[in-house]
């Protein structure tokens, strides 16, 4: 595959395409706006919500991002959701239920897209003073649809809860994970990265032997998989969760090292 060249770039974001600072690397805005330049699409494929990339937008003022792990589709340049697949309040009510049933100590929050609800108990990692969060109770949260639903343990390890989750929800939703803590990311059911990273593709014209996909966690696997089965590239950081390591075609250095850029520069 030495003279392989992609016709989409996507990649993900905290852990990958930012560095441990929180910002993209001269060098690496540089190697993405080569290639766009010179016709190719760059896709930011995150769990993040469009409220979290203005800052990123300041870099990165092209193209479209896949948010909430595949639900949202938004264009980065006019900050303008192009496309939502929500999950509806019949399943979430069933399903915060059961997971309130079988794990009392499990608390809940929401994305809207670009608002956020969380329940008093519920600790988010970080600013909850910033614009359009707000405190809410499970019962109002849940009445209309959601982006992303975010199912948090204090107490529970990681792997432990998520695989909880994962055997209540069943096949209603879709249930990933990002980070180091007991968080489970539920989605609408068959929504993933990839069916994000797809629609956009086919917008296109692209097929997924024809894209190129980085990513570090859990909640790439689907997309890794969707370029891997056509013949396309799925690209881990060399600190990626093992099960993504599993599923890779390449492997690349750290985020820290520019890691993106590097690997694109080789093509």
Known sequence: MSDWRPRLIASDMDGTLLRSDDTVSAATVAELERWRADGVPVVLATGRPPRWMHRVREVLRFGTAVCCNGAVLLDLERFEILHEEPVHPDVLRSVTNELRRHQPD?????????????????????????????VATLEEMI??????????????????????VEEIVGDRATVTHSGPDALAEISAAGVTKASGLARVAADHGIGPEDVVVFGDMPNDIAAFEWVRAAGGRAVAMAHAHPGLLAVATDVTVGNDEDGVAAFLDTL
């Open 143 to 164: 009445t209309n649809p959601v982006a992303k639903l975010l199912a948090r343990h204090e107490h529970l390890p990681r792997d432990e809860f998520v695989r909880l």
């Open 106 to 134: 499990t608390w809940f929050a929401v994305e809207y897209g670009l608002e956020f609800r969380h329940e008093p108990i519920y600790r988010p990692r970080w600013d909850v003073n910033a614009p359009g969060v707000e």
